[in-house]
Structures are given as structure tokens and as C-alpha cells.
């Protein structure tokens, strides 16, 4: 049971580049979120799938898309990477949407030079 | 403006006392509150939620209150040990089934 696994841990991109965040839960949740942590800002949600087939934009959504795959896995792209996405981004999974505890992966640390 | 605030960015401690971290908002009516773990290099741990009904809440060493008059959350570790060295990170929702909002969180230190 490894409950929510982000892939990768690490990655470095040039500006202008695009990449895919790849985020899968195990534990049959209905709800998927994407933050970023940064120092000094705390967590901030980027997008959420409140259920499979739905997705909304949360506080900081400009520069990035996301595409709920499955009920398992949720992704996150960033198309022209910006040295401003330069974070910590963690993907994150709960039973429902409101009033339930998230379920958080590891971590993807991402560079933009 | 609405705002979430932790009491302190560090908290520093000896084992065995008890520690306190404070969780204060303001122009949110939260229906819950959680709090969360978080250790170097590794995502938040949830640790206990708390209803806008309930006055506390308590988890083995844990013990979380959510004061709505006072828009505030304590969270304290009893018999507190270095292994609770971590940073702690309140977080509740925005209202009217809205998203889950979270501070900047306490790095809490527990010197032996």
C-alpha cells in the first residue's frame, strides 16, 4: 500500500520548457489535489479534482494544467516553465472532497533556471 | 483580508515538557480545522481534524482545541520527545465547502 507516489522527486528545466508532473493514489480516493510549498508562502493549492471527470482551479492555477486521468491519478503540466515555478509540488489525495484528511506524497522539487 | 496565522516560525523545547502551538485566523468561518506533521523532504502527515462543534480533540500524546470566539486552534504535545521535532502546519477550510487553506507552520525543535 504505498498510498500516494509523485513522480519524479527531482527535476531541472529551462524556461521556455514543458514537463509533466505525474501524481497516483492507491487508496481508492474520490478527491486529488496539487500544491506547491515555498519558503515563507506555506502550502498553496494550484488544482483540485473534487471527483473523477471534474477538475477547478484553486488559489495559484496560472501557468499550469491538470488532467484527471482516472480516479488513481491526477496529473500536472506545466507548459512553459517560468523560473517563478521553482518549488516544491506535492500531490495529495483524500476520501472526499470536504471535511476529510489529505493524503500527501513526497514531493517533486523542481528547478527553472 | 483573510488571514491564517502560526504563533511563531520556531519553537524550541525540553523534552518532557509540553509543547504549545497556536493557530490563529481571521475572516474565515471554518467548519474544521486539521493539523498536520511535516519532516524535512517529506509531505505533511495528517494528525487530527477538529469539528467547529467540538472544543478538543485528543490522539495519544496530541491534544487539539478550535476556540471559534477566539478564531484560534491549540495544539500541544505532552511529555513532548526529540522524535516530535518537526514543523507542524494548521490548515481549514474557507467556508461553505470551500478549500483547505494552510499556515506556514511552527518547526517545532525538542532538545533531550
Known amino acids: 500500500n504505498a498510498g500516494v507516489t509523485q513522480t519524479p522527486k527531482f527535476q531541472v528545466l529551462k524556461t521556455g520548457q514543458s514537463m509533466t508532473l505525474q501524481c497516483a493514489q492507491d487508496?481508492?480516493?474520490?478527491?486529488m489535489y496539487w500544491y506547491r510549498q515555498d519558503p515563507g508562502m506555506g502550502l498553496r493549492l494550484i488544482y483540485y479534482s473534487a471527483s473523477e471527470g471534474t477538475t477547478d482551479k484553486g488559489e495559484v492555477p496560472n501557468g499550469y494544467n491538470v488532467s484527471r486521468l482516472n480516479k488513481r491519478e491526477f496529473s500536472l503540466r506545466l507548459e512553459s516553465a517560468a523560473p517563478s515555478q521553482t518549488s516544491v509540488y506535492f500531490c495529495?489525495?483524500?476520501?472526499?472532497?470536504?471535511?476529510?484528511?489529505?493524503?500527501f506524497g513526497n514531493g517533486t522539487r523542481l528547478t527553472v533556471t | 483580508s483573510q488571514k491564517i496565522e502560526q504563533n511563531s516560525e520556531a519553537l524550541n523545547i525540553q523534552e518532557g515538557k509540553t509543547a504549545t502551538l497556536t493557530c490563529n485566523y481571521t475572516?474565515?468561518?471554518?467548519?474544521?480545522l486539521q493539523w498536520y506533521r511535516q519532516d524535512p523532504g517529506r509531505g505533511p502527515v495528517f494528525l487530527l481534524l477538529?469539528?467547529?462543534?467540538?472544543k478538543e480533540k485528543r490522539k495519544e500524546r496530541l491534544k487539539v482545541t478550535f476556540d471559534t470566539t477566539l478564531k484560534q486552534s491549540l495544539f500541544h504535545i505532552t511529555a513532548s520527545q526529540p522524535a516530535d521535532s518537526a514543523t507542524y502546519l494548521c490548515a481549514l477550510d474557507e467556508g461553505s465547502q470551500g478549500n483547505l487553506i494552510f499556515g506556514k507552520g511552527t518547526k517545532l525543535s525538542v532538545k533531550p
Open positions: 487508496m481508492n480516493h474520490n478527491s
Open positions: 477538529i469539528r467547529e462543534n467540538e
Open positions: 475572516n474565515y468561518s471554518p467548519a474544521y
Open positions: 495529495a489525495s483524500s476520501d472526499t472532497y470536504y471535511n476529510s484528511p489529505l493524503h
